[in-house]
């Protein structure tokens, strides 16, 4: 990589070998000289005159500031002298990854706050340098001038990314990391370009604004969005240039999604402006595509505002309306460009979730419009293969509405008894999708319709026999394993709306369960879900769970062994040993619960010392998340009320239930407290028989 290496194909092929070999250099950055070595090489090979190299070199850089971030302090200001002219005055593709460095030290400070809380000590272990406050007077300035170099047709080009997003990217981290103290430096930018005549100006100072939304507290941007808000809804209808329409769009979901809902003291909707807003953004759905679809997401926030308002939605009035608008984007033409119909749907069915009681009726006849478009799409004849996934598509997302509608609908009693007269036409359109054999249509029916057995409960039982073959199916697609792990999460809503109903089927259910747990084909992300499936089939056939013993307990202790010890597991194994132990105890507590009070009870019996050295491994490694540790002293006490006095001598000997029983009875979560104090009960009941 020195720069008295003659031949530039070796120094890029050396720049991208240190770029691949940082992960594994924890070594050499612990030591002052080779660190500050290979500092000072990277460095160097920024201004080589090679752009390839440089880009290299930035990458590089990049990437030290997310794996050595505690080892930049020594070189911050160099690094910041290098990347500011860089981004000034070098080619794109370097300028880019010059933002990246300052982009990723952003990521790190934000996982600092977010996990510490700001309240470091002066030993802490992770300590955060600041490095983003310390340089905002010279940072953002550099970054609000990468706003102003657009591209012309970045709007209409979904994969586009050039030096202003990458700047606007980058400027919305700084903010998330800065907080309060970023709102002086980016007002006199968006000042002095909001009105401008170049398009560029005007774009530049919306997106400025846009992108410091999400960092500083509400109680600082309050009062300049209530300020900026009409001049903003003029532009969306009024300005000549398409990509500040679309900005400003963006702009305003921003503002919807930060600044306004439940939580927010100060609203920034009133029923003064409710109306306006709804109005223009309704008028921006008639807009291009890329406009259309950000105006459809400003109406997503806005109406997710206003889920938790209570019976009454400020919505109610517009309801009709704003629906009526949404589907008739559905049908827009052009709809399939910039994912505007995937907005419109996504948009509409955030609307029906957040409706509040007097739309109720217009929600049930939303139903029979939704079925009748779902009723067109599975009568289209000779589709291209273009067209064929088009038409998945739009199956997938109508699926997803009727699954939306049902939820609302379900919730209460008068409208679940008027959505139960269109569940076997629903029922049968769902059927006649899934007859369609397409993975992705597959996963958002199934959805639907473990939200419709959520709502028949066991009426649900005279749809199995058509049902349960496409049950089959899922559970044996190994290849899509998305919709394997959905389908056992749908046998799971099936089990509880059918309690023992859903026992003709079990035998198959359980084989395949079984037979998906032994594969090494399928991804161990579905292997937590099948456990916890598992429970729910137990909950639902209690003891005649007995048939399937000799089989699933021997699986269960196989995967405890392997979840019990995580030593030397990197943060993402952990998180997954968690699920699966999650899953694996809430397995046990099922079966035990469903035993309980049954002459069958000693069947269990010769389980429990497994069950209690998994539990004691558990609590040695001492890395449970609060989940596991909920679960599992609740599996302590389902042991000593299910099995009484046999279980409780094994309590007593075993090596830590006395000392996790404590730390739990201390626990500040609520829910392990409450968890333990009935362990803590049952305990003493079945010690004391």
Known sequence: ????????????????????????????????????????????????????????????????????????????????????KAVREDEEPVALQAIEFWSSICDEEIDILEEYGGDFTADSDVPCYYFIKQALPALVPMLLETLLKQEEDQDQDEGAWNLAMAGGTCLGLVARTAGDDIVPLVMPFIEANITKEDWRHREAATYAFGSILEGPSPDKLTPIVNVALN?????????????????????????????????????????????????????????SPNVAEKACGALYFLAQGYEDVGPTSPLTPFFQEIVQSLLNVTHREDAGESRLRTSAYEALNEVVRSSGDETARLVLELVQVVMTELHNTLEAQKLSS????????????????????????????????????????????????????SATVHEEAMFAIGA????????????????????????????????????????????????????????????????????????????????????????????????????????LQSAAELSAHTSGADDEMIEY??????????????????????PKTQLLIPYAPHILQFLDSMYMEKDMDDVVMKTAIGVLGDLADTLGSNAGTLIQQSLSSKDFLNECLSSDDHLIKASAEWARLAISRAISV
């Open 1 to 84: 990589m020195n720069a008295n290496e003659g031949s530039t194909d070796v120094r890029l092929a050396a720049t991208r070998a240190l770029y691949n070999a940082l992960g594994f250099a924890q070594a050499n950055f612990s030591n002052d000289m080779e660190r500050d070595y290979i500092m000072r090489v990277v460095c160097e090979a920024t201004l080589s005159t090679e752009v390839k190299i440089r880009q290299a070199a930035f990458e590089c850089l990049a990437s030290i500031g997310s794996s050595y971030y505690e080892k930049l302090a020594p070189y911050i200001q160099d690094i910041f002298n290098i990347t500011s």
């Open 452 to 555: 419709l057995a959520y709502v028949t409960g066991p009426n649900f039982a005279k749809y199995m026999p058509e049902f349960y073959k496409y049950l089959e199916m899922g559970l044996q697609n190994f290849e899509e394993y998305q919709v394997c792990a959905v389908t056992v999460g749908i046998v799971g809503d099936i089990c509880r709306a059918l309690e023992d109903k859903i026992l003709p089927y079990c035998d198959g259910i359980m084989t395949l369960l079984l037979k998906d747990l032994s594969s090494n084909q399928l991804h161990r992300s579905v292997k937590p879900p099948i456990f916890l499936c598992f429970s729910d089939i137990a909950l639902a056939i209690g003891e005649n769970f007995e048939k399937y013993l000799m089989y699933a307990m021997p699986m």
């Open 231 to 287: 001049f903003m809804l003029s532009a969306l209808t009024k300005d000549p240039s398409s990509h500040v329409k679309d900005t400003t769009a963006w702009t305003l979901g921003r503002i919807f999604e930060f600044l306004h809902g439940a939580t927010v003291e100060t609203p920034i909707i009133t029923p003064a402006n409710c109306q306006q807003i709804i109005t223009v953004l309704l008028q921006s759905m008639k807009d």
């Open 386 to 437: 273009d067209e064929r996934e088009k038409q998945n598509e739009l199956q997938g997302q109508l699926c997803g509405c009727l699954m939306v509608i049902i939820q609302k609908l379900g919730a209460s009693e008068p409208t679940k008894y008027a959505l139960m007269q269109y569940a076997d036409q629903i029922m049968n359109l769902f059927l006649r999708v899934f007859a369609c054999r």
């Open 577 to 598: 040993t968690n699920l699966l132990r999650n899953g694996i105890l809430e397995a046990y507590s099922a079966i035990l619960q469903g035993f309980k009070n049954s």
